[in-house]
């Protein structure tokens, strides 16, 4: 099947003016300035199947909004190209948009001053959404989403995420194809992601909808999406599963380890394990981190039970979170990148 | 752009002075303050010179609180607006959907002109009318002509208002060309005085440019000082400008919005 979204070694740079210190330096910006320029986006290449959900993640300033906002046309790219729903999205902007959803978490697509409602008005003449099409639509929203209640509420009196539910339905009130969500559940509650997330869900499921969506909240991966992307520097650092993302990383384990008393684990201390960073925890308990390569977990266990008396041994899940903390601080790619 | 999606960009203008109409009441007041200055300023030159500019004292009191009432419609801020709009990012907005962003500003200029038309012209007309002694249009059939005439000062200023908004895209700071923009508008379009009192090399310049057609040629057709071949000239030119100003604003902003930069979010 070919890709619902294709890009090829996109590019962004910007131009960024760079002001000289202190007054005189202000005085000689006037006349001459200088300019450095910011590479964004390097060189970026992806696919995205039809049906598909993808989380594209990266820490602040990684290249994540600049590359979904050349994705939605309004950005026009320096390098590169973008296919997506068989359009151009920058050249055939108008054309293009009517195939897409977008909802920047940031900042809401909605009218600030007018009723939720209103502006669902305008977007359903916008998109040339049907009368009963819309009824049905927002009936469903209505059911996953809740948003009866503040529906006849101007959005600047709406709470962040009351908006952020009426702009997840304001984006999808066309039943687009292909929909990009930038940070929609930064800011959110427990409940109004869940909400969110359910949703995404429910319109991925019964209408095959292809998502791609930003976020900072790890567990909006775990529980939407089977594939992501990380991106640091404006580079694609890693694309896979979130297993295959933990086969690759996941490099070292631990284990947090319970000993009888102060003795025992005094005589833990002094046991000579090559490889493995002990450090201890309080009087009774040690955690050990071993590379897996070198070690399994039984083999340190056995070691372990063999030298001293243990009272109990967990096996620390490395979580995902840490793999991508660990990414961000740059610290497995030079060797490992995949 | 779809007919329907056009109606709806001119709803949302109309309702978003909405939200907002307590300023319009004391627009009422505004204006008022603006038409009386301005009679008690001819008084004192036509006290002097009796024939001032080719027009009688009771035209000219009537070409000043007609030149008022009418820029109480089609005056609009979307310039400002859309400058903010792009300084803020909020374009995006409308970036994101199948619509033209030139289109779905003038769009909304008509809705906000529909609104004051309403809420602000309307009162205002009524207000100077009983106060100041305002002539009748010349005729019937030149009132029709001035109607006309008035459509396309909305078309104008709205087409000029958006290529100025535009430039915010490559500007980091707009107000001073928007102050520029807005006195010349005022000046040049005869709101202050008629342009005919201009001197003679502005007077040239003003009517190769498209602000006289904005406010001085719609009141000369009420004041019934066009024959009607100068009119039918006049209607040509007008919508010429309207056309070339909205062909050249599609093109400036194709241009322009191919270096937005939109940061944060």
């Not at chain 1, 948009?97 to 669902?120: K, N, P």
């Not at chain 2, 419609?73 to 907005?93: H, R, T, V």
Request: with cysteine; aromatic share 12%.
């Amino acid at each position: 099947m070919p890709g619902i979204v294709e890009v090829e070694d996109l590019v962004k740079e910007f131009r960024a003016f760079e002001r000289r210190e202190g007054l005189l330096g202000a005085l000689a910006d006037l006349f001459s300035r200088q300019y450095r320029t910011v590479r964004a986006v390097d060189r970026i290449s992806f696919e995205i199947r039809p049906g598909e959900m993808v989380g594209y993640i990266g820490p602040n300033g990684a290249g994540k909004s600049t590359t979904i906002k050349m994705l939605t046309g309004i950005l026009v790219a320096s390098g590169g190209t973008i296919r997506a729903n068989g359009y151009i999205p920058w050249k055939e902007r108008t054309k293009y948009a009517s195939t897409i959803g977008v909802v920047f978490g940031q900042r809401t697509q909605l009218w600030w001053d007018i009723a939720v409602v209103e502006s669902f008005q305008l977007l359903r003449k916008i998109y040339n959404v049907s009368e009963s099409d819309y009824k049905t639509r927002m009936k469903r929203f209505d059911e996953i989403l809740e948003l009866g209640r503040y529906l006849h509420t101007p959005v600047r009196k709406l709470s962040l995420g009351e908006r952020m539910r009426c702009d997840v339905a304001a984006a999808l009130l066309h039943s687009p194809p292909l929909v990009f969500l930038d940070e929609p559940t930064i800011g959110l509650d427990i409940v109004a992601k869940e909400h969110i997330r359910q949703f995404l869900k429910d319109v991925n499921h019964h209408s095959g909808t292809t998502i791609l969506l930003t976020t900072h909240d790890l567990s909006d991966i775990e529980e939407l999406c089977p594939r992501l992307m990380i991106i640091d520097h404006g580079r694609l650092l890693f694309d896979g599963g979130l297993k295959e993302l933990k086969r690759l990383f996941w490099r070292d384990s631990a284990l947090k380890v319970d000993l009888k008393d102060r003795e025992e684990a005094d005589r833990l201390g002094a046991l000579e394990l090559d490889g493995v960073e002990k450090q201890r925890l309080d009087d009774m308990s040690y955690r050990l981190r071993f590379p897996r390569d070198q070690w399994t977990a039984a083999g340190v266990i056995r070691r372990v039970v063999n030298a001293a008396e243990v009272r109990d041994i967990v096996i620390e899940e490395q979580s995902i979170e840490e793999v991508v903390k660990r990414i961000y601080l740059g610290e497995m790619f030079q060797e490992s990148r995949p | 752009m779809r007919p329907a999606a056009l109606l709806e960009f001119s709803r949302i203008g109309f309702m978003n002075m909405l939200a907002f109409r307590l300023r319009y009441y004391t627009g009422v007041i505004t204006y008022l303050i603006n038409v009386t200055v301005y009679y008690f300023i001819w008084q004192a030159i036509y006290a002097a010179e009796p024939d001032y500019a080719g027009l009688t004292f009771p035209q000219m009191v009537t070409y000043v609180a007609i030149g008022w009432i009418i820029r109480s419609m089609y005056f609009n801020n979307i310039d400002s607006q859309m400058a903010s709009d792009i300084l803020e990012g909020k374009i995006s907005m409308i970036m994101l959907k199948p619509v033209s962003v030139q289109w779905s500003y003038i769009a909304r200029a008509v809705g906000e002109s529909a609104f004051r038309l309403l809420l602000l012209t309307a009162p205002t007309a009524l207000v100077i009318a009983a106060i100041f002694p305002v002539e009748p249009p010349a005729s019937a059939a030149h009132f029709g002509a001035f109607l006309l005439a008035l459509a396309a000062s909305i078309f104008l200023v709205a087409s000029m208002n958006f290529i100025v908004g535009s430039c915010a895209v490559s500007l980091k700071s707009i107000l001073g060309l928007l102050r520029a923009k807005f006195w010349m508008q005022e000046l040049l379009s005869g709101l202050l005085v008629p342009v005919t009192v201009f001197p003679s090399p502005l007077r040239e310049i003003s009517g190769l440019l498209p602000f006289q057609h904005i406010g001085f040629t719609p009141m000369m057709i009420y004041l019934g000082k066009l024959s009607w071949p100068e009119i039918g000239k006049a209607f040509a030119l007008e919508w010429f400008w309207v056309v070339f100003l909205i062909g050249f604003g599609a093109w400036f902003w194709a241009l322009l919005s191919r270096r937005i930069t939109i940061h944060g979010g």
